[in-house]
Each structure stands twice: as C-alpha cells, then as structure tokens.
C-alpha cells in the first residue's frame, strides 16, 4: 500500500512491489493475480489502515464539527511526522491518476468519497440539529468532503505544514459560518 501510496500505481513496477513486499513475484501473482488486483485490495486495505482509524471520530453517535477539526488535525499531524510534500490521500491520487479509465477503480474511490460525504453528514447533523438525509447537510458534507480531498491533494505540493492548517483552518471557519446562517 505504502509503495503505490507514495510513488502512484503507474510508476511502481512490479520490481518495486517485490522490494515493498519482500516476497516474490510469483506470490503476488499467485495471491493476486497480478498488480491491478493487488493494488485493488490495498485499496480496501486503506479503508480498515489509514481511514478508519481517523475518521471513526466523524463517523461517531454525536459526532460535530468540532470532530471533523480533530480529524483535520489528525491527518495534518501525520503529515508532521511523514514530512513534506505530503503524501496526500491514496484514494484521491488514484481518483486523479486512475479512475477515469478503470471502472472498479473508479468504484473504489466513489465508495470512498461516499463513505467521507456519510460521515460529515453524520457530524453536521448534530450541530445543524437536523437529520443528516436533510438536503442542506447533504450538500454541505459534499462540499466538506471536496475540499478535504482538495486539501489532501494540495499537500503533496504545500511548501510548509503552515499552508496546510491555514486552509484547514479556513474550512472549519466557512463550515461554521454555513452552519450559523441556515
């Protein structure tokens, strides 16, 4: 996961996953069937590794914006630790780099962007006191889960971890202000 995370799907060759791995090539065939699938199942293995871990508090009973900004930071922190450029959101390079010509691919990161418009309408919800079916919230937690996304991707070229908080920091302010004016 890691390998295609960082160098993208079409740059990392099968001599790269063998490296990554340390098994042979024969076993990523024989296990996968190749590097398409495998790069599919480390695609479910990003949900349960890297998504869930940070964004359960989004998608918690009585979860609010206060929690979407904890997972904004969260997420920052990890870049503190990686460094820069980041390495961004692997669903949201492979959105940019594959899905548009791979139709599971594009199943795939669909289903993510999804399961991330779910959860910020779970947190909305709360502090619109309203459900999170309601349009209004559906269309903000749409619009969260874009700029999330443009956030993530922003990273991988940010010059400080500063950029990045500013614009995280503006987006829990416009939510704010969204959420004051309804």
């Known amino acids: 996961m890691w390998q295609f995370w960082e160098h993208g799907y079409e740059a990392t060759s099968m001599d790269d996953l063998v490296k990554a791995t340390g098994v042979g090539r024969g076993a990523i065939y024989t296990e996968f069937g190749g590097k398409r699938d495998l790069f599919l199942a480390c695609l479910d293995h990003y949900q349960a590794a890297a998504v869930t871990p940070g964004f359960d508090i989004v998608e918690a009973d009585g979860a609010t914006v206060a929690d979407i900004q904890t997972f904004l930071e969260t997420r920052i922190g990890l870049a503190k630790e990686l460094g820069l450029p980041a390495i961004g959101c692997l669903v949201s390079n492979t959105l940019t780099e594959l899905a548009a010509h791979d139709p599971d691919i594009a199943k795939a990161t669909r289903a993510h962007f999804d399961r991330l418009t779910k959860g910020f309408a779970n947190a909305l919800a709360n502090d619109m006191n309203l459900p999170a079916t309601e349009k209004s919230v559906k269309k903000l937690a749409a619009f969260v889960t874009l700029s999330v996304?443009?956030?993530?991707?922003?990273?991988?070229?940010a010059k400080s971890l500063r950029e990045i908080e500013e614009r995280a920091d503006t987006l829990i302010d416009v939510v704010k202000t969204m959420i004051a004016k309804r």
């Open 149 to 157: 996304q443009g956030l993530w991707a922003f990273a991988r070229s």
